[in-house]
């Protein structure tokens, strides 16, 4: 390790954006290993804290963006969401109205996404809420806390992108930008909750339709994503 280098990541600030169901909590243990100073940004106001950090962003500033097929985060997001929010906590389920009449109106991830261009009004309408008006993890993807207009003005040279299908290259590959070393293998914190799910709720993928009806509705991760990776080049 370079000791300047050492010296000079005491005194940067690291934001991570912590897109739910992408690995954030082994990228969070990664920042407390290594003790850098970080802020994390997590549902709730996430999408209004990080945009005030990036537009008053300073030299200091550093920002981690992981990223993950929308797709595939899209059917982990659904199957937390149902097993957090329902199948452990049922009095949450009962007290949040939207989402006892989401999680009884579609069995799987699937049926959510297909049902974007459904005949039936009320199954239509149901599933936008699902993803742009539930305050659940569908809702919350990479465009609701990174907009595409927002993710234009992260800096190049001070964002480091951490794919979360390659977390064990891409983390070590950002330690070593640092002039930091990676001491032993990336703590990843796989949950084993599907488990608790029942096989009827699961998906394994979606359909053409449902990933076709999801880009549409998904559009600005879909554009947040191509601005990303055309710009900043992974970890």
């Known amino acids: 390790m370079k000791p300047f280098k050492a010296l000079r990541n005491r005194f940067l600030h690291y934001h991570l954006v912590h897109v739910g169901k992408c690995g954030g909590e082994t990228i969070i243990k990664i920042l407390c290993r290594k003790r850098l100073k970080y802020t994390t940004y997590h549902s709730g106001t996430a999408d209004r804290d990080i945009h005030d950090a990036i537009v008053r962003q300073g030299t200091r500033d550093v920002f981690l963006i992981p990223l993950r097929d929308p797709c595939s985060r899209f059917i982990s997001a659904f199957e937390w969401d149902l097993y957090s929010k329902v199948l452990t906590r049922p009095e949450k389920k009962a007290q949040n109205g939207a989402w006892q009449r989401i999680f009884n109106m579609f069995r799987t991830a699937n049926d959510v996404a ?22 659940l993890h569908m809702q919350m993807d990479l465009g609701w806390y990174l907009p595409p207009a927002l993710a234009r003005r992260l800096p190049p040279d001070r964002t480091h992108l951490l794919r979360t299908q390659h977390l064990d290259t891409d983390l070590p590959a950002f330690l070593e930008a640092l002039g930091l070393r990676s001491s032993g293998p990336v703590p990843w914190t796989k949950s084993d909750y599907k488990r608790f799910i029942p096989p009827a709720r699961l998906t394994s993928a979606l359909s053409g339709l449902a990933r076709e009806n999801l880009a549409r509705a998904k559009s600005d991760t879909m554009e947040t994503l191509d601005i990303l990776q055309q710009v900043i080049a992974p970890a």
């Open 114 to 135: 297909e049902a974007l261009s459904d005949t039936d009004p009320k199954r239509r309408e149901m599933a936008e809420l699902a993803l742009h008006a539930s305050k």
